[in-house]
């Protein structure tokens, strides 16, 4: 199983906020450069970069040419999983002709499956759908607002353009150390043949390895780590009896 340390950034910074909350903001690094060269240097095998500024409407894309996204894919070494913002089909393009291995798109993917199908199929491998659930719903426009229908109805739905994965984060519980939620991970995977991708409140070694038990292809660990709850290399290590169906990089 995959374990992606998660590399979070506003203002361009390495933060952390509690529940998708921007007003509950903790700075880890100032660099998310220095971020990235630490999770390398401890062995990750990939990252999950975030552009928290581009999910939230406030700033132009971070991995243009000299902002914050773009500056970790260019000096690092390791396959890059970028997420925030992506609404269009040339902003997908865009992030991926920059280095990312993988576009993850979410609130355009739920309001226009059909899209969402149609890029997917463009970028076989390339493209991650964010199902990010919060009481039971799925949530948008970087987690303001939620849509009638719930992640696995949408995920069916979506599965046809044969992403490469969906990221499932509750909404609740992500940068809360509360434990992620099992029955929801657990009812996607049933529904779906698709790698899934499990975020949201891990605070443990043994959540790591519950996921793997449960049939997840790969976990994002962000507060967890930066808090030294437990280490980079304890978290491969309890990830790494478990398959999964979803590489590094394409």
């Known amino acids: 199983m995959l374990?992606?340390?998660?590399?979070?950034i506003a203002g361009g910074r390495c933060v952390r906020l509690l529940q998708g909350d921007p007003e509950r903001e903790k700075v880890y690094y100032d660099s998310p450069v220095e971020a990235a060269l630490h999770w390398q240097r401890l062995g990750a095998e990939a990252l999950h970069v975030v552009d928290l500024d581009g999910a939230l409407g406030r700033a132009g894309p971070g991995w243009e040419v000299g902002r914050p996204v773009a500056d970790v894919l260019e000096r690092t070494d390791l396959p890059v999983q970028v997420a925030g913002g992506l609404r269009s089909?040339?902003?997908?393009r865009q992030v991926l002709r920059a280095g990312a291995a993988r576009a993850v798109v979410g609130t355009r993917a739920v309001r226009d499956p059909d899209w969402a199908v149609e890029v997917c199929g463009d970028l076989p491998g390339r493209v991650v759908i964010a199902l990010d659930a919060r009481e039971g719903r799925v949530a948008v426009e970087?987690?303001?607002?939620v849509v009638e229908q719930g992640p696995v109805e949408l995920a069916r739905r979506l599965a046809d353009g044969r992403p490469a994965a969906f990221l499932y984060t509750d909404v609740r519980r992500d940068g809360m150390l509360s434990r992620p939620n099992f029955e929801g991970v657990g009812a996607l995977l049933e529904a779906v043949a698709t790698p899934v991708i499990a975020s949201g409140g891990v605070a443990t070694l043994e959540d790591i390895a519950a996921l793997g038990e449960l049939g997840a292809d790969a976990v994002i660990v962000g507060k967890a780590l930066y808090e030294g709850r437990f280490g980079l290399p304890e978290a491969l290590e309890a990830a790494a009896p478990f398959a999964s169906r979803l590489s590094a990089a394409p």
């Open 142 to 145: 970087g987690w303001r607002e």
């Open 89 to 92: 089909s040339e902003a997908v």
């Open 3 to 8: 374990v992606y340390p998660a590399v979070d």
